[in-house]
């Protein structure tokens, strides 16, 4: 299973690397699991800020699920419980994580990869990369987030037109649609990556961490009650030793110092 997954910690990054190149990044029923789980270490590691997610080799980021090994499992007349459990933890449907997620879109990301991609918060593409949820071709549904995220993240008629035609889109249509934030030449794509997670680790973790917590918990809401709870979260990360720092920072003329709590 380790070898299908890669997961390194470089310093406060973790760098998750689909590895199964040879079938475009597929994925098994465990895979997903663990890709899962992956997501939920890199949460509960106080050394982490950044979690950057790509996949093996110049092809592919992911192309979804392996179809030899998860298909007979979608085929009984049961429903698979087990299954979906694994594939919503990756998902992170019911579980998402604080830590900012970069995808860093290094080729083909098609079904299950699209619908990872959605769950990511920054995406940066190659020029290869193309995108698509092409599972009405075969009568089925993409319903690993897609049905939820999608019409959340970009207009209503470009997400239909993906869900319900199955065709695939270019980087740079993409990045177009505001699918995705950028478009790169593949030898610049880690680069381009990590100039992000540079921004991002600058920032004060306490409240980067509780912006993205914020947003995900405020956008099902009612607005005024909505704007409501948006003052609650302001108020905690105002309380950390980290806001009294940048302000101490910002009137000294200083870099500040932060250090998450």
């Not at 470089?10 to 994925?27: D, Y």
């Not at 990869?113 to 995108?131: K, M, S, Y």
């Amino acid at each position: 299973m380790e070898n299908e997954l890669i997961y390194e910690k470089r310093g406060n990054r973790a760098l998750i690397t689909i590895n199964r190149p040879q079938v475009f990044n597929a994925l098994t029923p465990e895979g997903w699991g663990y890709l899962g789980d992956l997501f939920q270490e890199a949460e509960i590691d106080p050394d982490i800020r950044i979690v950057i997610i790509t996949g093996a080799g110049e092809k592919a980021f992911c192309s979804g699920a392996d179809l030899k090994k998860t298909i007979p499992l979608l085929l009984g007349d049961e429903r698979n419980d087990e299954l979906e459990t694994k594939i919503n933890h990756a998902m992170m449907k019911f579980k998402p994580i604080s830590k900012p997620i970069i995808a860093a879109v290094n080729g083909h990301c098609l079904a299950g990869g699209t619908e990872l991609l959605q769950a990511t918060d920054i995406r940066i593409a190659a020029e290869n990369a193309t995108f698509g949820l092409p599972e009405p071709k075969w009568s089925i549904m993409a319903a690993g987030g897609s049905l939820v995220r999608l019409v959340r993240q970009i207009p209503y008629c470009r997400a239909m037109e993906i869900l319900l035609t199955g065709r695939q889109l270019s980087a740079e249509e993409a990045e177009k649609i505001g699918l995705i934030n950028k478009v790169v030449p593949l030898e610049d794509l880690m680069i381009e990556v990590e100039r992000y997670a540079e921004l991002i680790i600058q920032n004060g973790p306490i409240a980067v961490q509780s912006t993205k917590q914020a947003v995900i918990s405020l956008q099902n809401l009612p607005l005024d009650e909505a704007f409501k709870v948006e003052w609650n979260f302001a108020q905690q990360a105002l309380k950390s030793k980290d806001a009294k720092e940048g302000i101490l920072a910002f009137g000294e003329k200083r870099t500040p110092q932060f250090i998450g709590e």
